[in-house]
């Protein structure tokens, strides 16, 4: 559950972790999230990185520019000030997404622990947006949320060894798009052809924490077409602010 107020902890001795619950919730990321670009926006001086997780904001400071009672007085005001609401996202990415066989071997099985269909499954997979609630595990990898409470499905009982990079991964009311090969123990129900990871690119991570996601299902005919081209797999990215 979200607090009524965060909850605000030392970490470290140039750093104060911001917390909004302990437990993940669509409000309690949106809080987080919301009060990271306030943060930013405030310019505070001494302040540095400034990263935002599930439900928690880290802000580094250093200690010869400004010291921790003041900083605390400072972000006590901008969560104050902070409205209880949705975090609007500034950009929606739409990604085509293969849902055959091939591309969705766990598919079947993931629906069948969440108790729909497989149609039912993709429906809800591409019926709603999700929000890039945080960046991790592996660089620009984009964890996103949150999916039907009936999605609360358990990890596989062994490890799968590999999985490709682009693929759709189902884990706890959130999916994932792979950023590299790598193994996993939660289950594969869909293929991209995006990168979310160029190393080269000036932008390196293709999403921010905050932007929206709109899966769009594409047959598996379509897909070897699109994951012909330049790693952008068809997605597109529509600034909404």
């Known amino acids: 559950m979200t607090t009524d107020t965060p ?20 409000e309690a990321n949106a809080q987080a999230l919301t009060f990271r670009d306030a943060v930013v926006a405030a310019n505070l001086p001494g302040v540095g990185e400034i990263a935002s997780s599930l439900t928690s904001v880290r802000v580094a400071f250093d200690p010869t520019v400004t010291g921790r009672a003041a900083l605390l007085d400072r972000l006590r005001d901008i969560a104050k000030d902070l409205s209880v609401r949705a975090l609007r996202p500034k950009r929606i990415w739409h990604i085509p997404v293969a849902f055959g066989a091939d591309y969705a071997p766990q598919l079947a099985e993931a629906a069948a622990l969440a108790g729909v269909t497989e149609d039912q499954a993709i429906a809800e997979i591409t019926g709603q947006d999700l929000r890039v609630i945080a960046i991790g595990f592996a660089p620009g990898q984009p964890y996103l949320g949150m999916l039907p409470p009936h999605w609360d499905i358990p990890r596989q009982g062994s490890l799968t060894e590999t999985l490709p990079r682009g693929a759709l991964i189902a884990a706890v009311r959130q999916l994932i798009i792979w950023a590299a090969d790598a193994p996993t123990g939660w289950r594969r129900i869909g293929q991209t052809a995006f990168e979310v990871y160029r190393p080269d690119a000036a932008e390196p991570f293709a999403f921010a924490p905050g932007d929206a996601v709109r899966f769009c299902h594409v047959s598996d005919s379509e897909f070897s077409a699109l994951r012909q081209g330049d790693g952008n797999g068809g997605a597109r990215c529509e600034v909404l602010r």
């Open 7 to 26: 909850e605000f902890c030392p970490l470290g001795i140039d750093g104060i972790l911001v917390r909004f619950a302990r437990v993940l919730t669509e």
